[in-house]
């Protein structure tokens, strides 16, 4: 089973200011890789997958990077509706287990 | 628009069971993977089952394997979860989700607002 860490668990930040977020696979998952936002009382909405391109709808501002076992979500300058969770999935592996990671909280600094 | 709605949540003893529904609308439903996705209280997000049209086969997560049965009817665009034998770990909010095509191996472009299922006696 693919584990996925994100790292860290909570991230305070200022508004304006960038957040960066990391996720780890225990293996390569190339670039199949999805992280979403949650807030509190929603359910969860895609922003990135394939690790770099932009689900639609979403602003430029929110950006994913790497391939293989490393993967970066870089918000470069924090709105007060970016306040949130967010959570990143693998959808790599054979037969499909569709591993979510722990969650990261960016809270406001 | 896509819609999906979930309904059959609700509070149920330790061992009992549940079916949880996924009702769609706004695209073609046999044309997509659809999957469910559970929330514990406070904790993060836990893949559970998928499903696709065109494939029997189904996939769970060993949390559920053996207990939990995913299905589908094509006819009313709805996403069913049959959860037998239920345990106190089984408390949360499922989500069902829907992939982009029909394949197993894709993220979630859509998601309901989730049905809490609650295991208590």
């Known amino acids: 089973e693919i584990v996925m860490t994100q790292s860290p668990g909570t991230l305070s930040v200022s508004p304006g200011e960038r957040a960066t977020l990391s996720c780890r696979a225990s293996?390569?998952?190339?670039?199949?890789l999805a992280w979403y936002q949650q807030k509190p009382g929603q359910a969860p909405r895609l922003l990135i997958y394939?690790?770099?391109t932009r689900a639609t709808g979403i602003p430029a501002r929110f950006s994913g990077s790497g391939s293989g076992t490393e993967f970066t979500l870089s918000i470069s300058s924090l709105q007060s509706e970016d306040f949130a969770v967010y959570y990143c999935?693998?959808?790599?592996?054979?037969?499909?287990?569709?591993?979510f990671g722990g969650g990261t909280r960016v809270e406001i600094k | 628009e896509v819609q999906l709605l979930e309904s059959g949540g609700g509070l149920v003893q330790p061992g009992g069971s549940l079916r949880l529904s996924c009702e769609t609308s706004?695209?073609?439903?046999?044309?997509?993977?659809m999957s469910w996705v559970r929330q514990a209280p406070g904790k993060g997000l836990e893949w559970v089952s998928i499903?696709?049209?065109?494939?029997?086969?189904?996939y769970y997560a060993d949390s559920v394997r053996g207990r939990f049965i995913i299905s589908r009817d094509e006819s009313k665009s709805t996403l069913y979860l049959q959860m037998n034998s239920l345990r106190a770990e089984d408390t949360g909010v499922y989500y069902c989700?829907?992939?982009?095509?029909?394949?197993?191996?894709?993220?979630?472009?859509?998601w309901g607002q989730g049905t809490l299922v609650t295991v208590s006696s």
């Open positions: 394939g690790a770099s």
């Open positions: 293996q390569s998952v190339k670039s199949n």
């Open positions: 989700a829907k992939t982009e095509y029909d394949s197993f191996q894709l993220p979630f472009h859509h």
């Open positions: 999935q693998q959808y790599n592996n054979w037969p499909p287990t569709l591993t």
């Open positions: 499903s696709r049209s065109t494939v029997t086969n189904t």
């Open positions: 706004g695209f073609t439903f046999n044309n997509y993977a």
